[in-house]
């Protein structure tokens, strides 16, 4: 496979060949660029040679030789007076807008006057090592490996939100290859991939000095062992799980410094395992609330049962919500627990009261 890579690779009609049948398969740019790059390399061509020839062809001009000399000449930036630069730098986003730094010291103290600062960022990691990313609700896709360093590196630059997620990542890939560790300062990040390795990698460009929240969707694997070790876990404050299994106190306990956590546990739960719930989660000092949604793998959780183990005085007759205080030993603090029933599952949530 690598010598048919290699033969194309050193035929620019070939190359144009593999564009022009991606357009006829009607793929979008970005996704027909991955395949290209699965196939080919992605040495072979820069997106943006890939991206003038995928919409040459696509409008049915088919000339594989065609001289790209031979289009005007635009207008430079360096030409123009800094008070039209500015007019133009106010209709660019702020990536096309940190182009301009590199023209001269004018343009650049102009580009500098916009502050870099982004609500949200999205980062998509993909295939063979596939970076595209986007902000804020600009519906732009931005591609290229250390552009959002760079970018990350401007004065001034900051992130709120970010959305981090993992798609059909080849095992053989490494987050190192096109993402630094510690680059990002988001307050709160989002994960969604694969698997806990690839949440672990992804997540280890966030830098843990400022970050409140981590939100992690459902992975394949069990264990989250790792993932607990990570100094990103250790200093957030807040964090939500969708997909843990089973439950013993231990795994409970590794939530013990939040101020706030919401998880989903699954497994064979037994009546003595929602008095432990209380019993640990009573001990968590910095805790001001949390939510547990629990699902029986076996049999459908009673909410009477799961209300008599945890001490709660349980009326006759049906039920869906029932509210209990439990006053912390030694404390003048109590846990209030709301019990919701709803079907397959029982949604507990827990607030401190002072």
Not at 14 to 37: H, M, N, R, W
Not at 114 to 132: A, D, K, V
Not at 141 to 160: A, R, T, W
Not at 246 to 251: D, P, S, V
Request: aromatic share 10%; charged share 30%.
């Amino acid at each position: 496979m690598e010598a048919i890579s290699e033969f194309l690779k050193n035929n620019d009609h070939y190359l144009k060949s593999c564009i022009l049948y991606e357009v006829a398969l009607k793929k979008t740019i970005p996704d027909s660029y991955q395949t290209f790059c699965d196939a080919v390399g992605k040495d072979a061509m820069e997106y943006w040679d890939f991206e003038f020839w995928y919409k040459r062809f696509f409008e049915g001009e088919l000339d594989f030789d065609y001289d790209r000399s031979k289009d005007p000449v635009q207008k430079k930036l360096m030409d123009m007076p800094v008070n039209l630069v500015r007019k133009i730098a106010e209709k660019m986003d702020t990536v096309e807008r940190s182009a301009l730094r590199s023209v001269n010291k004018a343009i650049k103290n102009v580009a500098d006057s916009f502050l870099p600062i982004y609500e949200s960022i999205s980062i998509t990691w993909r295939g063979s090592n596939f970076l595209m990313w986007k902000y804020n609700d600009n519906p732009t896709i931005h591609y290229g490996d250390g552009k959002l360093e760079k970018l990350s590196n401007l004065p001034g630059f900051e992130v709120n939100n970010l959305l981090l997620r993992g798609e059909g990542i080849h095992p053989e890939c490494k987050r190192s290859d096109v993402l630094p560790v510690s680059f990002l300062n988001p307050k709160t990040v989002d994960i969604s991939t694969r698997t806990i390795d690839e949440a672990i990698q992804l997540l280890s460009i966030v830098n843990p000095g400022n970050l409140e929240s981590i939100r992690l969707w459902p992975v394949k694997e069990d264990s989250f062992s790792e993932f607990f070790k990570t100094e990103q876990f250790k200093k957030a404050k807040n964090v939500e799980i969708m997909s843990l299994k089973g439950f013993h106190k231990m795994i409970l306990s590794n939530f013990s410094h939040l101020k706030s956590f919401k998880i989903k546990l699954s497994g064979d739960f037994l009546e003595e395992d929602f008095w432990r719930i209380r019993e640990t989660i009573s001990t968590f000092e910095n805790l001001e609330k949390c939510e547990l949604r629990i699902v029986n793998s076996e049999n459908q959780l009673q909410i009477r049962t799961v209300a008599e183990a945890i001490g709660a005085v349980v009326p006759d007759g049906p039920l869906k919500i029932i509210t209990h205080r439990y006053q912390i030993p030694e404390s003048n603090k109590c846990l209030e627990f709301k019990i919701e029933s709803g079907g397959p599952h029982i949604l507990m949530k827990i607030v401190r009261i002072c």
